[in-house]
């Protein structure tokens, strides 16, 4: 299957400062990836849903101003974190999917990202 | 997309297989079931997926009853590395991109 990375795997940081979390494709291009969170013993819960070169569209209840995605090209898409704060810690993780053409929709996910927020 | 049920929890001896069951009552005839499983700390793995045939390929088997309201995921040799939640999702394939709804999934533990 495709492979997809994160980066960084793991980040502690202070309240109210930004993270950046970048997904990236290794292997294929694609036009659309999704942005994922989950809570500890939680399900992952989307959060938004971003095509290239144009702006995310976010699930409701999760905050566009605060959750910044760029999706600038086909193998990169980034996730920041505006003014962290504890309730933001979580696990994030990308996914980019096999579509344009593939009927099945398989997904490719990257290894997340743990973000603790101090 | 179609709602599914899982047990939450299973246990399987290492070696043994594992057969993880799904209930999708409620799915339409033009929808898929899919098989993903998540390793601790992990971002979601695709395992499989089929409309209403057995599937078969080298990480499992997926059976679909014949009215496709249930299936079966089975691990024929379970190892310690296959401890893990297992989410099944039922949903419409299209030639476009679409967000996967996982549920609570099954926490599927290989005892040694």
């Known amino acids: 299957g495709a492979v997809v990375s994160q980066h960084p795997s793991r980040v502690i940081c202070k309240s109210g400062t930004s993270v950046k979390i970048e997904c990236r494709s290794l292997d294929f291009q694609a036009t659309t990836m999704f942005w994922y969170r989950q809570f500890p013993k939680q399900s992952l819960m989307l959060m938004a849903t971003?095509?290239?070169?144009?702006?995310?569209?976010?699930e409701q209840g999760v905050e566009k101003d605060k959750f910044l995605i760029n999706h600038a090209s086909l193998t990169l898409s980034t996730l920041t974190v505006t003014s962290a704060h504890p309730e933001d810690s979580s696990f994030y993780i990308c996914s980019f999917s096999a579509g344009g053409g593939s009927v099945y929709n398989e997904q490719f996910f990257g290894p997340g990202t743990r973000l603790t927020v101090l | 997309d179609a709602k599914t049920t899982q047990p939450p929890s299973m246990d399987c001896a290492e070696g043994r297989a594992a057969n993880l069951p799904c209930n999708h009552s409620?799915?339409?005839?033009?929808?898929?079931v899919y098989w993903y499983r998540q390793i601790h700390s992990q971002g979601p793995q695709y395992i499989i997926h089929?409309?209403?045939n057995n599937e078969t390929n080298e990480m499992a088997s997926l059976i679909i009853t014949e009215d496709r309201k249930s299936s079966t995921l089975i691990l024929p040799h379970a190892t310690l590395r296959d401890t893990a939640v297992y989410y099944c999702?039922?949903?419409?394939?299209?030639?476009?991109?679409?967000?996967?709804?996982f549920g609570s999934g099954t926490q599927l533990t290989v005892l040694p």
């Open positions: 999702i039922v949903r419409v394939a299209t030639g476009s991109a679409r967000q996967l709804t």
């Open positions: 089929g409309l209403k």
């Open positions: 409620t799915i339409s005839g033009n929808e898929y």
């Open positions: 971003s095509n290239e070169g144009s702006k995310a569209t976010y």
